[in-house]
């Protein structure tokens, strides 16, 4: 049996990027692919109930510049942000989950978050690791590891990779989606 578990991409534009320095830096960053680059990425574990708002309830997990990773209940209410369906087994899911809890409260990489865009490869979630701390992470990071500990990801695939390249590498596995529950909302069409 196949469960859904969401890659949810946060877009870039004009309104994202006057609003923080770090989203001007990391458009600057992606890949020149795409006009509207994702400059942040969460896993989303839906529950099959929805909130007020028609919003699919669920956890959200990621970790914000300076933050904690955290799994926490998530409104995805902007309009920027686009989600990426990945069809995975109850086992896979239940990893992928598994490995978000037990990050929980682990702080920010600001380390490999700032040496990644020069292709520094020694630098990895859990450098720290070597000096008794525990491991520290970046969205994208902590989003990858998880899905390699799932096996949806290959085992070998270096974390720090910015957001935008982890959807290039999902798109052709994953199907786009979203997090609204159409079947009790009423469309008018004029």
Not at 42 to 60: C, I, K, T
Request: proline share 6%; hydrophobic share 35%; with cysteine.
């Amino acid at each position: 049996m196949t469960t859904q578990l969401y890659v949810c991409f946060l877009e870039n534009d004009l309104s994202l990027m006057e609003s923080h320095w770090l989203n001007r830096m990391a458009a600057k960053l992606a890949p020149k692919s795409s006009n509207s680059p994702k400059i942040h990425v969460e896993l989303f574990f839906p529950d099959n109930r929805q909130d007020e708002s028609e919003n699919v309830a669920g956890q959200a997990c990621s970790i914000y510049y300076n933050q904690q990773v955290f799994l926490t209940h998530k409104n995805f209410s902007r309009k920027q942000w686009s989600f990426r369906t990945l069809n995975v087994t109850d086992d896979q899911y239940k990893k992928v989950h598994a490995f978000c809890k037990s990050h929980v409260g682990e702080p920010f990489n600001h380390l490999s978050y700032f040496t990644y865009p020069v292709g520094c490869k020694q630098v990895t979630p859990y450098w720290a690791t070597n000096f008794g701390g525990s491991p520290r992470w970046f969205c994208s990071e902590i989003v990858v590891e998880a899905l390699k500990s799932g096996n949806v990801l290959p085992d070998n695939l270096h974390p720090s990779i910015h957001p935008q390249d982890l959807f290039t590498m999902l798109e052709d596995d994953s199907t786009p989606d979203c997090v609204r529950n159409y079947d009790n909302m009423k469309l008018v069409f004029t």
